[in-house]
């Protein structure tokens, strides 16, 4: 019995080979074996094709993501597309078809062929590129206004009650840091239901960050990684990348606030950020952190099991959540004063 396998790259690019017509030489890599497996794939044909095409293909894991989800994603990402804004987007096999089945020894998965994103990933960029993620998702958010799309919505229950079933199978209920998780959720539970009939709605991509996009040569973004798209308070998103840039800017604090407000005005140019929702940005950004959280453990068997243990838990815990509610619990600038108005 098989319950996760990487697939030899190899023998998958002959595989994508002939599923997408492609003449000439194949080249298949794996680039991370994460929640998915990602692949970068290049085709030369040196008698027609001097130069070199690139794509990267995307391996779902085993019951990761059903066929209804994955065409929501693709629908999503091609009318971002449409709508201009700057994207890796799915491209359909020689069938037609944008999912390919896959087999592996624990089953049949879903792949997918997305153009490849060129540009440089760098961890720490300057102000600019900040301005920049800003302007990109206020264009995301306002393309996809008011929306759904067949994934699942990021309600209280999924970010503050759900995580729990699979943290509790790795963090001990006597531990101080759950009872400090519990805690928290019910504090972030009481602050966010009372505001919710006031915050926006529509789809969300709740992953956007210096991993899931690439800065091209004149300082423009190409955004990738829908797998974690869905519905749910735009809020979530701005949150997210604020939490991100504290995380960057952990070792640099004088950046932080720069950072933030330079990502804050650019998303300020494209769309208005109500003052409830920035002003609750810590707590949005903190109930993502248990989802996240919830996340790791539920993949132990065929990802974070590398990594993931009590200890772990209870340092990232204390690390990052608890430092990220200290931070704004003892009255530090919060992100709903980091911009005038």
Not at 146 to 160: C, S
Not at 206 to 218: G, R, S
Request: net charge negative; charged share 20%.
């Amino acid at each position: 019995m098989v319950s996760s396998s990487i697939l030899a790259a190899g023998p998958l690019g002959e595989f994508l080979k002939a599923a997408y017509g492609w003449e000439g030489t194949v080249t298949c890599r794996l680039l991370r074996a994460g929640i998915n497996h990602t692949y970068s794939v290049e085709i030369k044909d040196n008698a027609t094709q001097p130069a070199s095409l690139k794509f990267v293909f995307r391996v779902y894991s085993l019951n990761w993501r059903s066929q209804s989800e994955i065409l929501a994603e693709i629908g999503l990402i091609q009318e971002l597309k449409e709508g201009g804004l700057p994207v890796s987007y799915p491209l359909p096999a020689k069938n037609g078809s944008f999912i390919v089945p896959v087999w592996a020894p624990e089953g049949q998965r879903f792949g997918l062929l997305f153009s490849f994103a060129e540009g440089s990933k760098v961890h720490r960029y300057p102000m600019e590129v900040h301005r920049e993620a800003g302007r990109v998702m206020a264009r995301f958010h306002e393309l996809t206004k008011g929306k759904k799309i067949e994934r699942e919505h990021y309600d209280l229950a999924r970010l503050l009650h759900q995580p729990f079933q699979t943290i509790a199978l790795y963090l001990s209920a006597e531990a101080e840091e759950m009872n400090y998780l519990k805690e928290l959720a019910s504090r972030l539970e009481h602050e966010l239901s009372e505001a919710a009939p006031f915050l926006r709605n529509g789809v969300v991509h709740l992953d956007i960050w210096f991993e899931n996009f690439v800065i091209t040569a004149d300082q423009q973004l190409i955004l990738f990684d829908f797998d974690f798209c869905g519905n749910g308070w735009p809020g979530l998103d701005l949150a997210f990348y604020s939490m991100q840039v504290h995380n960057s800017e952990r070792y640099e604090a004088a950046l932080y606030e720069p950072n933030l407000q330079a990502f804050l005005e650019g998303y300020q140019s494209v769309l208005e950020i109500p003052a409830i929702e920035r002003k609750l940005l810590p707590q949005l950004g903190l109930a993502l952190f248990i989802f996240y959280l919830g996340i790791q453990c539920q993949r132990f068997e065929n990802w974070s099991n590398t990594f993931l243990s009590e200890d772990y838990l209870k340092r990232f815990i204390n690390g990052l959540i608890r430092r990220y509610d200290l931070l704004y619990s003892k009255g530090a600038p919060a992100p709903d004063r980091a911009l005038p108005g």
